[in-house]
C-alpha cells in the first residue's frame, strides 16, 4: 500500500466517522417522525460544530482536501489501475466536495444564526444578506436536506474507500499471478 492510498483511506475513515458520529441526530430527523425535540437537537448539535473553533474546521478541511491532492498525485503514474479506480475515486471526492459546498454550507447557513466565532481566515466567502430571516418551516427543512446531505457523504465516502480497497487487492493478485508465472518459467528451463 502506497502513502497516498494511506492518505486517501485515513482522511475518507475521518470524514466517515465524522458522518456517523452525525447520525446520532440525523437517523431522528430522516427515518423517523419527526418530533420537536429531535429538531431541537439538530439545531443544537450542528450549532455546535458551526461555532467551533477555527482549528476544528481547519482539521475537517484538510481532511477533504488530502484525499484530492493524494488521488491527483496516484492518477499521474497514468496506468490502468490508477485510471480506473484512482479516476473513480476523484470522481467520487470530487461529488464529496460539491455535496459539502451546496447542501452543506447552506443548509448551516439556513438554520443557523449567524456565527459568533471569530476567525482571521476562512476559505469560504460570506453568506449574501438574506431580506427576511428564513421561517421556522425553512429552518426545519434545511436541516433535513443537511441530514440527508451527511447520509450521502456516507455513501460516496463509502465507494471512495472500496474503490482504494480493491486497487489494492487488484495489485496483490497480479503480483500473485507474476510469482506463478515466473515460478512456472522457472521450472520449465
Known amino acids: 500500500m502506497t ?32 418530533t420537536k425535540q429531535s429538531i431541537e437537537n439538530g439545531y ?3 450549532e455546535m460544530w ?19 491532492i493524494a488521488l491527483i498525485v496516484k492518477l499521474h503514474g497514468w496506468t490502468e489501475s490508477a485510471m480506473f479506480f484512482d479516476g473513480s475515486s476523484l470522481a467520487l ?8 459546498l451546496t447542501v ?8 443557523l444564526p449567524e456565527s459568533s466565532t471569530v476567525t482571521s481566515f476562512s476559505i469560504l466567502p460570506p453568506p449574501p444578506p438574506r431580506d427576511t430571516p428564513p421561517t421556522e418551516a425553512e ?14 457523504v456516507g ?17 496483490r493478485q497480479e503480483e500473485k499471478e507474476q510469482r506463478e508465472i515466473d515460478l512456472r518459467s522457472k521450472k520449465d528451463i
Open 3 to 34: 502513502f497516498a492510498q494511506s492518505v486517501v483511506l485515513g482522511s475518507c475513515a475521518f470524514i466517515l466517522g465524522m458522518v456517523f458520529v452525525c447520525q446520532v441526530v440525523d437517523i431522528p430527523l430522516l427515518y423517523m417522525p419527526v
Open 139 to 152: 429552518r426545519i427543512e434545511a436541516l433535513r436536506v443537511l441530514c440527508a446531505g451527511n447520509a450521502l
Open 104 to 111: 452543506h454550507i447552506p443548509s448551516l447557513r439556513t438554520f
Open 93 to 100: 471526492h470530487v461529488a464529496v466536495i460539491i455535496l459539502y
Open 44 to 46: 443544537t448539535f450542528y
Open 50 to 68: 458551526f461555532e467551533s473553533p477555527g482549528a476544528v474546521k481547519a482539521l475537517f478541511h484538510v481532511a477533504l482536501g488530502l484525499p484530492l
Open 155 to 171: 455513501v460516496v465516502t463509502v465507494g471512495i474507500i472500496i474503490m482504494q480497497l480493491g486497487q489494492e487487492y487488484a495489485r
